[in-house]
Structure formats: structure tokens, C-alpha cells
């Protein structure tokens, strides 16, 4: 049973250019959320994807984008990268919406913006 | 606003010891999840284990344990018998019902360093 994909594992971006990460969410999930983990502290959510609308959102600017696609699988956009953007980008996914299912973590992306 | 803080940065143990760490939180919420994970160096993020705010017996996962005291707004995780296995950071995360659900909040962690 294949979990929780992420790709790529590394990428190193100019400030000003534009990114686009993937996740590919755990067998029988439907729901992805990403999050932020900037070094030293603990992730922060930037937005959830379910039935290919953006349900939630944290408090990121709409510079972070994102799309879901119908076999569950979601995309994260980030333009105009600033420097503070260098972070591990986390995917997460989960069984739908109710609060009792778990979500489950990739591996995450590791952006470096210079 | 939901918070999570967690005070202690770094931590460390000696194999087959026990330790506890500690975790706050904030949410006017009634119904909640709070959780702890593990992510390991380079590893990705694991649950291992979580409450719900509505029961009240502490939650237990083999060697992990929590002590979640509602009223004064506290959830630590106590861990019997260290491994070296179990050198990671930890996060405790809080998701309530009602608008926020899907968002974890997590504290901003603590290392911990099981020596052997």
C-alpha cells in the first residue's frame, strides 16, 4: 500500500521565479493539506483540497496556490518566491473531511530559494 | 486563535528510561483532537498517538502514554522505556471541529535525544 508521495525531494529556485510541488495522497484518501515547515519550527497549514475545491486555508498569501486533480492527487503553486519561502513543504492526506481521520505525512519537498 | 506551545526546545534520555514531554493549548473550542508525531532526521512525519477532548481516559500506545488534563489545558507525552529508535522531534498538534477542521496546529516541537 503505497503512502503518501511527494515530488520532487529537492529543489533550489531564484527569488522571483515560480514553483510547482506534487503530492500523490495515500490509496483511498481524498483529502490533501499542505503545510509549511520553516527550519527549527513546526509545520504550518497553508490550505486543504477536498473534492477538488480548496476548503481551507491558512493564513498564507495568495501566492500559494493549489489544485486538485479528480484522481486526488494536488499541486502547490508558489510565485514571486521570496527567500522566506525556502522551507520543507509537507503533504498530508486523510480519508475526507471529519476530524477523526488521520492524516497521513509524505516526505516532503525541500525548497531553497536564493 | 488556537495555539499549541511546547517549552522544552531539546530534551534528552538515557535508553530504557522514561521521559515526559510537555505540552499547552489554547482553543475555545469544545471539540477537539490533540495529537503527538514523530519525525524523525530526514524521515517523514508519523502519529503517534492522539486524544479526543471528550474522553477522558488518557490514550495509550504501547510504551506511549498521554496525561491530558482538560480543565487545565494540558497534554503531555510519556515515553517507558526509551529506544534509541525514538531520538526525534516531537510535535504536539491540536484540530478542533467546527471551521477548522483539517488544520493542525502544532507546537514548534521538541527534540529528543536518547542516548545510549
Known amino acids: 500500500d503505497a503512502g503518501v508521495t511527494q515530488s520532487p525531494t529537492h529543489l533550489i529556485k531564484t527569488r522571483g521565479q515560480q514553483v510547482t510541488l506534487r503530492c500523490s495522497p495515500k490509496?483511498?484518501?481524498?483529502?490533501v493539506s499542505w503545510y509549511q515547515q520553516a527550519l527549527g519550527q513546526g509545520p504550518q497549514f497553508i490550505f486543504q483540497?477536498?473534492?477538488?475545491?480548496?476548503?481551507q486555508r491558512g493564513n498564507f498569501p495568495d501566492r500559494f496556490s493549489g489544485h486538485q486533480f479528480p484522481n486526488y492527487s494536488s499541486e502547490l503553486n508558489v510565485n514571486a518566491l521570496l527567500l522566506g519561502d525556502s522551507a520543507l513543504y509537507l503533504c498530508?492526506?486523510?480519508?475526507?473531511?471529519?476530524?477523526?481521520?488521520?492524516?497521513?505525512f509524505g516526505p516532503g519537498t525541500r525548497l531553497t530559494v536564493t | 486563535a488556537q495555539t499549541v506551545t511546547q517549552s522544552q526546545p531539546e530534551m534528552s534520555v538515557q535508553e530504557a528510561e522514561t521521559v515526559t514531554l510537555s505540552c499547552t493549548y489554547d482553543?475555545?473550542?469544545?471539540?477537539?483532537?490533540l495529537f503527538w508525531y514523530k519525525q524523525p532526521p530526514s524521515r517523514q512525519m508519523i502519529l503517534v498517538i492522539r486524544?479526543?477532548?471528550?474522553?477522558?481516559q488518557n490514550a495509550t500506545e504501547n510504551r506511549f502514554s498521554v496525561n491530558f488534563q482538560k480543565a487545565a489545558k494540558s497534554f503531555s507525552l510519556k515515553i517507558s522505556d526509551s529506544q534509541l529508535g525514538d531520538t526525534a522531534m516531537y510535535f504536539c498538534?491540536?484540530?478542533?471541529?467546527?471551521?477548522?477542521?483539517?488544520?493542525?496546529?502544532f507546537g514548534k516541537g521538541t527534540k529528543l535525544s536518547v542516548k545510549p
Open positions: 498538534a491540536l484540530e478542533a471541529y467546527g471551521g477548522s477542521q483539517g488544520n493542525l496546529i
Open positions: 486524544q479526543e477532548a471528550y474522553k477522558q
Open positions: 482553543t475555545s473550542e469544545n471539540n477537539y483532537y
Open positions: 498530508a492526506s486523510s480519508k475526507g473531511l471529519a476530524i477523526s481521520y488521520e492524516q497521513y
Open positions: 490509496s483511498g484518501h481524498d483529502t
Open positions: 483540497y477536498y473534492e477538488e475545491e480548496e476548503r
